[in-house]
């Protein structure tokens, strides 16, 4: 198990305008070659969006996009004619597919976070696809097929257990409280990358926790 910190991302954004981004791998100008990915994730940013801040239109291809709001409200466009606005509780994907574009902004009066999350398709091309999963349950996993990887959220109270997914790779994110993973603690924004997972548990610690667990098969 490879725990990587939020105070180890990379920093980006653009702080002037609204923007701040922290990368978990490497991305743009913080090239790492030995931070490229895990499993199928090649992104986990972590985006915070002032009132009115935002991405303009931008292109994507051959990327799976998978968007959970922490906070606020995210406006999403694109150019395949979806317009959405996200939540917390709601899981946004995006198929990049052989190419799109899109812009996404905070347009509500509150800041904005949420975790932008890439995945590499198993084969690349075909068609652009998007859909919205609104307040998905703990108990139903998002299934993410064409990147061989499948999404568990799980929210825990102070106290309570949960197993981790055995898999050959399961990439863990702690979007709030604390928790103890295989021992280890965790505090918002840390993750681990488990190689080989098998019987581990996650713990709630003093407060109540949200976990996302990318359960991932061989490459």
Not at 83 to 88: F, G, K, S
Not at 91 to 112: F, I, K
Not at 170 to 193: I, Q
């Amino acid at each position: 198990m490879d725990v990587r910190r939020a105070r180890e991302r990379y920093q980006g954004g653009d702080p002037a305008a609204g923007i701040e981004t922290r990368h978990a791998f490497s991305f743009g100008p913080h090239y790492d070659p030995g931070n490229l990915r895990f499993g199928a994730v090649i992104a986990c940013n972590e985006e915070r969006l002032a009132p009115g801040a935002g991405f303009d239109e931008h292109p994507h291809s051959h990327t799976e996009i998978v968007t959970w709001v922490v906070e606020g409200e995210l406006t999403h466009r694109d150019s395949t004619g979806h317009e959405t606005v996200i939540r917390p509780g709601d899981v946004q994907r995006l198929s990049a597919a052989s190419g799109v574009r899109h812009v996404e902004r905070n347009a509500g009066p509150a800041p904005l976070t949420f975790l932008q999350m890439w995945l590499a398709p198993l084969e690349p091309g075909g068609d652009p696809f998007y859909e919205v999963v609104r307040g998905i349950a703990d108990s139903t996993p998002y299934a993410l097929p064409e990147a061989g990887a499948m999404l568990h959220v799980r929210r825990l109270s102070p106290g309570e257990r949960t197993a981790v997914p055995d898999a050959a790779y399961v990439y863990a994110h702690v979007v709030r409280g604390e928790v103890t993973l295989n021992g280890e603690p965790l505090s918002p924004g840390d993750a681990a990358r488990i190689t080989n997972a098998k019987d581990i548990e996650a713990v709630a610690m003093n407060t109540p926790a949200e976990l996302l667990l990318w359960e991932m098969r061989d490459a």
